[in-house]
């Protein structure tokens, strides 16, 4: 009753994407100019709608990849069952047009000021905003102690796997696990996110580290219940989900 309440206040913006990026043969960045976006925090998610020229509509939400103070964007996984997921993966593009509705969101959010140390847990699309956290850190100029542990399928599924290897440093540490597949001399995890992989990567919950996760219901759950089984306090987890009705 509250998030309908909090959409109720908000309007429907036009936007215009500016910039189509392909992140891996599944995944699309979409860019978006919104002229009276009031800007966003990073971790929050916003609705976006899509309508036809019979005026049938379609709704679904997306988290959003940039940080504040850059343009809204969008990181979309294709489904093969997917109406609006294919529609923006695979036939938007710069110039077209779009509605938008947010940013929505208070309580998987992250600032500078906040401090950490921090434990970002992501798996596939789930990693947008994280990423945007990311992001975020690095145009603070913060060395905060970060631990992102990315689940992906294969090497080549890897969302922002270029910009995630040019800012491991200062302070990040990526880890990357590929449970389908992995490339000859792969010397990292081939497996599916447990307890003993987040234990390994810490920080521990002596530490108290802020941890987010964000990923399909089933992956977050059980990181959500290993995270706890490790000693990590359920206040301290945030956690963020998405299922097939994100298409």
């Known amino acids: 009753m509250a998030r309908a309440a909090v959409l109720g206040r908000l309007t429907w913006l036009g936007a215009e994407v500016t910039e189509a990026v392909t992140e891996t043969p599944r995944v699309r960045t979409l860019v978006l100019d919104v002229p009276d976006w009031s800007g966003h925090r990073a971790g929050q998610h916003v609705d976006v709608r899509?309508?036809?020229?019979?005026?049938?509509?379609?709704?679904?939400?997306?988290s959003l990849a940039s940080p504040p103070g850059e343009r809204p964007a969008i990181t979309?996984?294709?489904?093969?069952?997917?109406?609006?997921?294919?529609?923006?993966?695979?036939?938007?593009?710069?110039?077209?047009?779009?509605?938008?509705?947010?940013?929505?969101?208070?309580?998987?959010?992250?600032?500078?000021?906040?401090?950490?140390?921090?434990?970002?847990?992501?798996?596939?699309?789930?990693?947008a905003p994280l990423m945007a956290m990311i992001r975020l850190r690095a145009a603070a100029g913060s060395d905060v102690d970060t631990r992102l542990l990315f689940s992906s399928r294969d090497w080549d599924d890897i969302i922002y796997?270029?910009?995630?290897?040019?800012?491991?440093?200062?302070?990040?540490?990526?880890?990357?696990?590929?449970?389908?597949?992995?490339?000859p001399g792969w010397a990292g995890y081939a497996c599916r996110v447990d307890a003993d992989m987040l234990a390994e990567v810490g920080p521990g919950p002596e530490q108290r580290p802020r941890v987010y996760v964000c990923g399909p219901t089933t992956f977050v759950e059980a990181v959500a219940e290993a995270l706890v089984h490790l000693g990590h306090q359920p206040q301290h987890i945030r956690t963020e989900r998405f299922g097939p009705t994100g298409s």
Do not use: C, K, M
Not at 50 to 62: F, M, Q, V
Not at 88 to 113: K, S
Not at 161 to 183: F, M
């Open 76 to 127: 979309v996984e294709r489904l093969d069952d997917g109406e609006v997921s294919r529609y923006l993966t695979e036939v938007l593009g710069a110039g077209d047009q779009l509605e938008l509705r947010g940013p929505v969101g208070g309580y998987f959010v992250w600032e500078p000021p906040d401090g950490g140390p921090l434990l970002l847990v992501a798996g596939g699309s789930g990693v």
């Open 161 to 183: 796997r270029d910009e995630l290897q040019r800012l491991n440093g200062n302070g990040l540490i990526v880890t990357h696990t590929l449970t389908a597949s992995q490339p």
């Open 50 to 62: 899509l309508t036809a020229e019979g005026g049938y509509r379609a709704e679904r939400s997306y």
